[in-house]
């Protein structure tokens, strides 16, 4: 069973980056798929940051692009969540999750909220 | 960028009733859609793939429909689990979701 775990400070300054990291147990995740973020402010939609293909090839929302570094740490098994420059619009709760063909995510983390706040 | 419109935002329902929620894309994306419900405090879980294809362990009484730029999600008898919040999102171009439909107890 593919498990997923989100980590990271749940307190960032304005104009700081935002570093999160999800682990995953129960798969390599250096053998294949897709690993992605996607994040949700409180009482909002949600909204895809971006994917990383095993080989390290990373794909992010048109929107968030100057912002957004998505990287894989295959010794590890985790993969890992950089947004630069975040103001209280980046406040979410933060979804780590896998996708067999970067289309759907049928496996999720159970979320962490960040918070933007000085 | 491809916008997806969910209609309506919230729906309020009874046990028992059939429950449909349209997704609507700003320009046609195939088949390549899915549906998520998302309870309070959870992750969403994925229910459809491929606009009708049901994930599996997901109850039969969940199906979808559609192609090109119209969607729906239908609940075939409502059960008191299904009370939850849904979400489409179109994978034809990078990920975009819906605003989300609210199913609420009438």
């Known amino acids: 069973q593919v498990q997923l775990q989100e980590s990271g400070p749940g307190l960032v300054k304005p104009s700081e980056t935002l570093s999160l990291t999800c682990t995953v147990s129960g798969y390599s995740i250096s053998s294949a798929y897709y690993w992605g973020w996607i994040r949700q402010p409180p009482g909002k939609g949600l909204e895809w940051i971006g994917s990383i293909y095993h080989s390290g090839s990373t794909y992010y929302n048109p929107s968030l692009k100057s912002r957004v570094t998505i990287s894989v740490d295959t010794s590890k098994n985790q993969f890992s969540l950089k947004l630069s420059s975040v103001t209280a619009a980046d406040t979410a709760v933060y979804y780590c999750?896998?996708?067999?063909?970067?289309?759907?995510?049928?496996?999720w983390g159970q979320g962490t909220l960040v918070t933007v706040s000085s | 960028d491809i916008q997806m419109t969910q209609s309506p935002s919230t729906l309020s329902a009874s046990v028992g009733d059939r429950v449909t929620i349209t997704c609507r894309a700003s320009?046609?994306?195939?088949?390549?859609l899915a549906w998520y419900q998302q309870k309070p405090g959870k992750a969403p879980k994925l229910l459809i793939y491929?606009?009708?294809i049901l994930e599996s362990g997901v109850p039969s009484r969940f199906s979808g429909s559609g192609s090109g730029t119209e969607f729906t999600l239908t609940i075939h008898s409502l059960q008191p689990d299904d009370f939850a919040t849904y979400y489409c999102?179109?994978?034809?171009?990078?990920?975009?979701f819906g605003q989300g439909t609210k199913v609420e107890i009438k």
């Open positions: 999750a896998h996708s067999y063909a970067n289309d759907y995510s049928d496996n």
């Open positions: 999102q179109q994978y034809n171009s990078y990920w975009t």
């Open positions: 320009q046609s994306i195939s088949r390549w």
């Open positions: 491929m606009a009708s």
